[in-house]
């Protein structure tokens, strides 16, 4: 079974609306955290959020927020007023840690454009 | 502070040579890591360290080799490269108490 699932490979947004990404996850560890990375057509990685499987708030960090709902294993990311910035590649990722052995696992990404 | 550095930045290598991938970072962090990242698809975890002396293996080990003899350095060796590693190789890092990994630029390697 995939670990993260992102069923959005690519999604067109007009600008200074909202977006949300989606990301579902599969784990038995009690213990998690979920990442939101964004990669620009110029290749680098750029962290943007991350939510820890305890934390009972859901993760900000400026237009980003990550939408968690642990029932239901989804870690969608919500991007608020949309730039022309924005268009990149999402990955969703997530880590366990068993035992010391620390697994991280991405996602196969969602292309995001952002139309003018 | 120039955060995690990668060289070389681009390389072509015939099969079954080998190469060292470089990786340096300059903000004391304990954990380091090394991905792969396919066209089309996410990162893929080779090796990680969470300290000088300490590595581990992640989700794709085979044909690499990793060692950490210091805080700042983690090399990736590449023996007898093979066209399934043409791939962007990725170092990343973080410190101890948050999971937030800062990214070098990558180095895009294609085994011909």
């Known amino acids: 079974a995939q670990k993260i699932t992102q069923t959005q490979p690519g999604m067109f947004v007009q600008e200074k609306e909202a977006v949300t990404l989606d990301c579902t996850y599969d784990t038995s560890d009690q213990s998690y955290g979920l990442f939101w990375y964004k990669q620009p057509s110029s290749g680098e990685m750029i962290f943007l959020i991350y939510q820890g499987s305890y934390d009972e708030q859901n993760a900000t960090e400026g237009r980003y927020s990550l939408n968690f709902q642990k029932a239901r294993k989804s870690a969608n990311l919500v991007i608020s007023a949309s730039q022309l910035g924005d268009s990149a590649m999402y990955f969703c990722a997530m880590r366990e840690a068993n035992f010391g052995n620390e697994k991280l696992t991405f996602g196969t990404g969602t292309r995001l454009t952002i139309i003018p | 502070n120039a955060g995690v550095t990668q060289t070389p930045k681009f390389r072509i290598l015939k099969i079954g040579q080998s190469m060292t991938l470089q990786c340096t970072q300059d903000?004391?962090?304990?954990?380091m890591y090394w991905y792969r990242q396919d066209p089309g698809m996410g990162l893929k975890l080779i090796y990680y360290?969470?300290?000088?002396?300490?590595?581990d293996k992640g989700e794709v080990p085979n044909g690499y080799n990793v060692s950490r003899s210091t805080t700042e350095d983690f090399p990736l060796r590449l023996e007898l490269a093979a066209p399934s590693q043409t791939s962007v190789y990725f170092c990343?890092?973080?410190?101890?108490?948050?999971?937030?990994?800062?990214f070098g630029p990558g180095t895009r390697l294609t085994v011909t």
């Open positions: 990343a890092s973080r410190r101890q108490a948050t999971y937030e990994q800062y």
């Open positions: 360290s969470v300290g000088a002396g300490i590595t």
């Open positions: 903000m004391n962090h304990n954990y």
